[in-house]
Nanobody, 132 residues
Framework: QVQLQESGPGLVKPSQTLSLTCTVS??????????WSWIRQPPGKGLEWIGY???????YYSPSFKSRTSISRDTSKNQFTLQLSSVTPEDTAVYYC????????????????????????WGQGALVTVSS
């Protein structure tokens, strides 16, 4: 059973870079056709998909985040990492890492009705507050 756990600072100052790590257990991030995502939920709003890193190491980002997002991985630690630069208070959210065990097109992830049944396993979420 794949399990995911987010970790990182809970408070980030405006204009800085938010960095979160997802540690995976019970499965390898290089397993064929697994797609490892970052998703967030701002207070009072729905889920927003940020991007994924595939089993191959390739990445795909939401157009809304592409210009300031990087997702990378460390296969030796079975972790993948989100970096979101130039943050503002509007980036305050609960950030989740999640995995899909199959390929979905970008439109699947960008569905405004995306919910937590959309992917196969999720972390518990990490609250990140952007404030000075």
């Amino acid at each position: 059973q794949v399990q995911l756990q987010e970790s990182g600072p809970g408070l980030v100052k405006p204009s800085q870079t938010l960095s979160l790590t997802c540690t995976v257990s019970g499965g390898s991030i290089t397993t064929n056709y697994y797609y490892w995502s970052w998703i967030r939920q701002p207070p009072g709003k729905g889920l927003e998909w940020i991007g994924y890193i595939a089993y191959s190491g390739s990445t795909y980002y939401s157009p809304s985040f592409k210009s300031r997002t990087s997702i990378s991985r460390d296969t030796s630690k079975n972790q993948f990492t989100l970096q979101l630069s130039s943050v503002t208070p509007e980036d305050t959210a609960v950030y989740y890492c999640a995995v899909a065990f199959t390929y979905y097109s970008g439109s699947y992830y960008l569905d405004p009705d995306l919910d937590n049944n959309a992917l196969d396993a999720w972390g518990q979420g990490a609250l990140v507050t952007v404030s000075s």
